[in-house]
Each structure stands twice: as structure tokens, then as C-alpha cells.
């Protein structure tokens, strides 16, 4: 059965038309027959053209941390563009996001862009100057960005054909048309692999500018890092002059106010932020160590572009924040989630099958699987193909997470306890639907 209904279909074969493959996001593409199109959002829900509701576990892949159109978010921003969009100059909504931000999380500077791509992008190149060095770790599974220095061995790589052996990885492009020779720039590596880590690191030490990571691997359903690995990447960098950039663009502002540094008390270098700063708005930023973010001196370093710090992204950034720091927003949404963690557990516990639960509240993933995944190999040797079929059923039938599991279920604030039980009644019943006629088709490739 289709997901579109038929002003969906209409306007779908339109969009076809003018726009490849209907999408200005790959991300975004279900197939021609389960593509959306979505008219609007309010709060945990968003509908599609023919009208039908979903309660919204994707929220635009995490950036909406407080709900669809939030009051006080838009008019802040409907109050400030009133005096413009962009300007050649800063603005004092720009120093008082800097000072925000700094505030929240505890960085010392902030650059501020537009989207997650961008503040990794200008992260790497802080890095490589401030080194001197060229090459970087990055973990399999970890998606950094839509540019072909962080398109190796991300999520897309679910094969352990493309990624190599565990003893010998190898970056995978995660596209075509990715330049030839880029790929010695990077080395791919486990995530929570303390023995090859360390091995890896006192190898090429002398080339490495950076360790670029996600502290919870945000595309490959929130698989956490073991108990010392983060502290092992903070030792290593120190030890050996490397730049430890924590790419916060999913956790940053969502798993707490002070994002992971906060979470797992464990402090980087250079920090990327972006999604949930803005809930919705493209706004990002890179923050950090003094000496290194002052080292970006005008006229010898490249960083800037024409609307970063734009009235509309900071006035909502500004807007959010406050929100963030003022009211209980991490503690109702850790509540919902943990209702809902705990309700699709005992679900999933009845009906017999093996299966894990894991992550952070806000942003938990389920895995079918005997073993708790521990890296990006460990994900790829689940059952991604019974989790999508459920995962499609809770979409036909109004409950919207991403329908690959890689994804995890993303939490706002403005989910409400009956949200919860209407979503966990309909997990229920899409379990029971799916597994009343279920036959896999193929076997989940084994990690090796």
C-alpha cells in the first residue's frame, strides 16, 4: 500500500517534473509511490496534502527540538526580519548568541554558519592550520556533512564489502563523483575500538590533524560510546598535539542544554553545533578553544559566507536558547522518551523477538537484534529488514519515525503523554500486523 494519497501522488509527479527525483534532499526520497509531501507543522504533528496527520518522530532529521512552528520562535523571528535579512556587518543579535552559546555549553569562542556541512567543513580546515597536518580519524558509520572530505565510510557504507576488514578498514566513498586521492586523507576506523585506536594513532600521529567524531553516532540509531572511549580520544589528543573535534550538530543542545560535553563530561577541542539550535532554522556554529578559533586571522584563513549569522537563523537561535535555558524542556522530553523506550521494550518483549533499545531519550534507537550494537559493523549484522517493515507500518498507520533505522526516533517538547500512548498503542498494532504475515526476504549481512 502507498503512502501517498492522491493530492500527494499530483503534486509528487509534478515536483518530478522540475526537481530530481522530486527532492532536494536524497535523504528525503522513499520511493515514487512513499515520498511525501508534507503542507505544514504544528507542534509534534505534521500533515501531508491529502490532510493526514503523523505525530512527527523525524522532525525534519532533529533539528526541531521544541515542535513544529513554536509561537515564540517564529515571532521572534517575524519581530527581527521586520529590520532586515542580512547584513555586511554583525549584529547585536550575533553577540548575544556568541554569548549563549558560550554560556550554555562552555566553549570560550564561537563562529557562527548556516548548516551542519559548513561548521564541520570550516572545523577540518581550523584543524589542518592550527597543525600543520593533513590526515584525520574518522569512525565508520558517522556522517559529518554533504562535502567530499566527510563522505567516506559514513551510514550509506552498510556493507562490510565496502568498508573492509575489521583488522584493515577502508575509507568507502559514500558517493560517486568523489575525486580520486581524497580518500588518503582519511582513515575509517571502528567506533568504540580502544585497541585500534590507540594502535592507529601511535602510527600516523605525525600526520593526523584531527579526530572527528559524533560522541552518539546520531546515524547509526544512537549507539553510545563506551564507558573511557571518549576520554581514550582526549588522551590521545593530548598526548600527541591531535585537534579533537566533537561533531555536536545532532546531540549539540538536544541530549542537554550543554550538549554532550555536558552529557558525558568530556571537553573537545573544536565543537560543531546545528539542528536543535535553531529548531528548524538553518543556523550552526563551530565552537571552541580560544587559540585555536583566533587562529583563523582575515587574510591568511578562510571562514565566513554570505548569511552567516543572518537575522532570521540567530533570531531563532537567540529565541530557542532562551527557551532551552528557562524552562524544562530536556527533562520533559528525557520523561516522553523514556515512556516511550520502555513501552516499545515491553511491546517487542511479548511478541519474542530479540531487540535492543538504546540512547539517549531524546534520541533512542531500536534495533531488532540478540546484541547491543557497538559499533556501525555490529548495526549492519541486525534485522534492518524487519524494523523497516514495522517502521512502514507505524507510517501507514499515522506515527512517522524514519522508516530506516540508522535514524533515531527524535523527541520535542511539545509531545504530549496521550502522544505517547497513542504511539505506543499503534506500534502495537503495527507489530501484530507485520508479524502476522512476515517472511524475510534476504538475511542481514553479518559483520565480520
Request: aromatic share 10%.
Amino acid at each position: 500500500m502507498a503512502m501517498q494519497g492522491p493530492k500527494t501522488k499530483a503534486l509528487y509527479e509534478r515536483a518530478k517534473e522540475k526537481i530530481p527525483y522530486g527532492v532536494n534532499s536524497n535523504f528525503r526520497y522513499w520511493g515514487d509511490d512513499d515520498t511525501l509531501i508534507i503542507a505544514r507543522g504544528e507542534g509534534a504533528y505534521v500533515w501531508d496534502v491529502d490532510g493526514k496527520r503523523y505525530i512527527d518522530y523525524r522532525l525534519g532529521f532533529g533539528p526541531v527540538i521544541l515542535g513544529h512552528a513554536y509561537p515564540s520562535v517564529i515571532e521572534n523571528v517575524r519581530k527581527v526580519v521586520a529590520d532586515g535579512s542580512v547584513f555586511a556587518w554583525t549584529t547585536p543579535g550575533e553577540v548575544e548568541l556568541a554569548e549563549r552559546i558560550t554560556r550554555m555549553t562552555g566553549v570560550e569562542m564561537v563562529r557562527l554558519s548556516n548548516t551542519g556541512t559548513e561548521a564541520t567543513m570550516h572545523a577540518q580546515r581550523l584543524a589542518r592550520s592550527y597543525t600543520g597536518r593533513e590526515r584525520y580519524i574518522k569512525f565508520e558509520g558517522a556522517y559529518h556533512g554533504m562535502y567530499d572530505y566527510a563522505l567516506f565510510s559514513t551510514a550509506s557504507s552498510n556493507s562490510t564489502k565496502l568498508l573492509g576488514s575489521r583488522r584493515s578498514p577502508r575509507p568507502a566513498p559514500a558517493s560517486a563523483g568523489i575525486p580520486r586521492r581524497i580518500d588518503e586523507y582519511v582513515i575509517p576506523l571502528p567506533y568504540n575500538d580502544f585497541e585500534k585506536l590507540e594502535e592507529t594513532v601511535a602510527a600516523h600521529w605525525h600526520e593526523l590533524a584531527f579526530i572527528l567524531f559524533e560522541p552518539i553516532m546520531g546515524n547509526a540509531a544512537s549507539i553510545m560510546p563506551a564507558p573511557g572511549f571518549l576520554e581514550k580520544i582526549r588522551e590521545l589528543c593530548d598526548k600527541y598535539g591531535i585537534i579533537m573535534i566533537m561533531d555536536e550538530v545532532k546531540t549539540g543542545f538536544r541530549v542537554a542544554n550543554g550538549g554532550a560535553q555536558a552529557y558525558f563530561g568530556v571537553e573537545a577541542d573544536l565543537l560543531t553545533y546545528a539542528k536543535a539550535m535553531g529548531n528548524g532554522f538553518p543556523i550552526a556554529a563551530i565552537g571552541g578553544k580560544r587559540d585555536i578559533l583566533m587562529s583563523a586571522q582575515p587574510g591568511v584563513f578562510a571562514l565566513g559566507g554570505t548569511y552567516t549569522g543572518n537575522m532570521v537563523g540567530v533570531a531563532a537561535a537567540n529565541a530557542t536558547l532562551k527557551i532551552l535555558e528557562n524552562e524544562p524542556v530536556i527533562e520533559t522530553i528525557n520523561t516522553r522518551g523514556e515512556a516511550l523506550m520502555g513501552g516499545i521494550a515491553e511491546i517487542l518483549t511479548r511478541f519474542g523477538l530479540p531487540y535492543q533499545v538504546f540512547g539517549p531519550p531524546p534520541m533512542f534507537g531500536v534495533v531488532i537484534s540478540e546484541k547491543q550494537p557497538n559499533d556501525f559493523r555490529d548495526f549492519i549484522a541486525s534485522d534492518t529488514e524487519l524494523s523497516e517493515a514495522i517502521f512502514m507500518e507505524l507510517n501507514h498507520r499515522g506515527v512517522q519515525p524514519d522508516a530506516d533505522n540508522r535514524e533515531p526516533w527524535f523527541l520535542c517538547y511539545s509531545l504530549s503523554e496521550a502522544d505517547v500512548a497513542e504511539t505506543l498503542q499503534i506500534f502495537e498494532d503495527s507489530v501484530t500486523a507485520v508479524m502476522k504475515t512476515w517472511t524475510p526476504h534476504k538475511r542481514s549481512e553479518a559483520a565480520d
